[in-house]
């Protein structure tokens, strides 16, 4: 979807060129429908970042490190296996050793707390790629296998999130502002928070996936770059010319690896590729013809297809090469779960060209998708994907009850909880500001607001096929960037324009800064029972507002 040359950054930065700019009869007249000029073609194609130099790198690295504080704080605390850390830290730790994950013997959680490491069997099964485990096997090379040494790599990606959201938004709306404050949005999220604090798959697999569209957004912008170039002096490519091949794509490259590694990490990421390669195929095709190519002639057509195969080998292909590659040590371990599968079941016909090891990995490939259709037992904290963006049953990864005067304890009874819950306000506003982004994206040929509501459906509407299985609203967190830039890019539109009059703007700015002043007290209400500390159990039950968090 693209934008017709009215639309422009909250911030009053001018919108990129549209499809329809030629047919608006006001653009023919130099003047966009609201009569401000229009831009050249190039400030339209690839309007300038703004100059503000080290100011644009100093507001996002010092919120970084304020997220980052936060979430390294007394990371070892609690002092134990949380969750499903009884899992992946375990799986890292026979990487480091193996190659490939193994079985533990009984009891090994406290032989491991206990400082005894001997605890290795036999080759397991598992039913996640080893991407997110190789990354916290980094942390437990580096700091041991402690509570600290497993989450400390998780965290560094939950902080440098928020550095990667604060960079994405300013290239998205042209606005380092915007982009400090969807960063700073993002890092008091409590969802973001929690799961930055305990060794899960899912914040790594997050990571990657922002990582990916950043990426994607900078060949935006690098691409239009070339294409004005191509257009100039005349304001358009030769007549009946598609313009310049723009087969290197460096960017995209780099997008392709890090959707790889977001696959490799989990395999729900893989969905968000299929989505996010059609939008910046569709990009494209907007930028063409901003800059007047043709599409009638069946060369025109053959060219899109082109753009198409090369969107996909460089994205799609780059990142399957990278989720292959994320199993070298199963390839090179003779231990790994299924690994010589293919010597006891021979292949017929064409399938007997198909290497082993690739056989091998197909089928236990096959019974790990078998696994994650097959679950059927129940859990007291699964939740249906219906109630995820409104937080309808959150996690409680940790709960400690009953905790006296000894333990710091000011009444006869306080409790320790680590409850996997995003900030409410934040996301319910962002529910809100989503509806609103549909509308501008769709109604207002706004191609940012495409970027939330394409993040949110590729990363949350395929659960629903799941859902008579046990899935877990901690999932979600895969989705909350995508809610924090479109709450980011609604506020942009309240603030307004720059040239807008200064009481709508100082009016936008007023509910900005309140919105922001919301999201920031809600967090510092529920901060206690995110990071474990210890408070009066009436204290708890206040924070409980709904019979389905408890």
């Not at 996640?128 to 580096?142: D, F, N, Q, Y």
């Not at 790889?260 to 989990?266: D, Q, R, Y």
Request: glycine share 10%; net charge positive.
């Amino acid at each position: 979807m693209t934008t017709t040359a009215s639309e422009r950054a909250g911030d009053g930065s001018p919108g990129q060129a549209g499809a329809d700019d030629a047919a608006d009869p006001a653009a023919v007249m130099g003047r966009d429908p609201d009569g401000r000029p229009i831009p050249p073609l190039r400030g339209r194609l690839c309007p300038p970042l703004p100059d503000d130099g080290w100011r644009g790198w100093i507001v996002p690295l010092l919120i970084t490190v304020f997220a980052a504080g936060l979430r390294l704080w007394n990371l070892g605390r609690p002092a134990k296996f949380v969750f499903d850390e009884t899992y992946y830290p375990k799986d890292a730790f026979s990487l480091l050793h193996f190659g490939v994950e193994h079985q533990f013997v009984d009891k090994a959680n406290e032989r491991i707390l206990a400082g005894d490491l001997n605890v290795f069997g036999e080759p397991a099964f598992v039913v996640h790629p080893p991407a997110g485990k190789w990354l916290m096997a980094a942390g437990e090379w580096m700091f041991g296998m402690t509570p600290f040494g497993w989450r400390v790599a998780v965290a560094v990606v939950g902080a440098l999130s928020v550095l990667v959201m604060a960079r994405m938004v300013r290239r998205l709306t042209r606005s380092t502002l915007l982009g400090c404050l969807a960063a700073f949005l993002f890092a008091v999220d409590g969802l973001h928070l929690v799961e930055s604090r305990i060794a899960l798959l899912d914040m790594p697999a997050m990571f990657w996936l922002l990582l990916a569209v950043t990426a994607l957004l900078i060949d935006r912008d690098w691409v239009r770059t070339r294409l004005a170039d191509a257009a100039e002096p005349l304001g358009r490519v030769t007549p009946g010319t598609w313009g310049p091949p723009l087969l290197w794509r460096p960017w995209r490259l780099v997008a392709g690896l890090c959707f790889g590694l977001a696959a490799a990490t989990k395999w729900n990421a893989a969905l968000a590729l299929a989505a996010f390669g059609l939008l910046t195929w569709a990009w494209d095709v907007g930028a063409r013809r901003a800059v007047g190519a043709a599409f009638a002639h069946w060369a025109g057509v053959a060219r899109l297809a082109l753009d198409a195969a090369v969107a996909f080998v460089t994205i799609a292909g780059t990142a399957v090469a990278v989720y292959v590659a994320s199993w070298a040590g199963w390839f090179a371990s003779p231990d790994g779960w299924d690994r010589t599968w293919a010597a006891s079941n021979p292949a017929r016909g064409l399938a007997g060209l198909v290497p082993d090891a690739v056989r091998s990995l197909w089928h236990y490939h096959a019974e790990i998708m078998y696994f994650h259709t097959h679950l059927t037992e129940k859990h007291q904290y699964a939740s249906s994907p219906l109630g995820w963006l409104v937080i309808a049953r959150p996690v409680s990864f940790d709960w400690v009850d009953n905790l006296g005067p000894k333990q710091g304890c000011p009444t006869d009874r306080c409790v320790q909880e680590i409850l996997g819950i995003g900030t409410p306000v934040l996301w319910w506003l962002a529910v809100i500001a989503l509806a609103g982004c549909l509308v501008w994206w769709i109604l207002g040929r706004d191609w940012r607001f495409g970027i939330p509501v394409v993040g949110v459906a590729a990363t949350w509407l395929p659960w629903f096929q799941y859902a008579n299985r046990p899935i877990f609203y901690f999932y979600a967190i895969i989705i909350l960037p995508w809610m924090v830039v479109g709450l980011t890019l609604v506020l942009g539109k309240v603030l307004g324009p720059r040239d807008s009059s200064p009481r709508r703007r100082m009016w936008g700015a007023a509910v900005l800064g309140g919105v922001t002043l919301l999201v920031v007290l809600n967090f510092a209400y529920v901060y206690p029972i995110l990071t474990d500390q210890v408070i009066p159990y009436d204290a708890w039950l206040r924070r409980m507002w709904f019979r389905s968090w408890v």
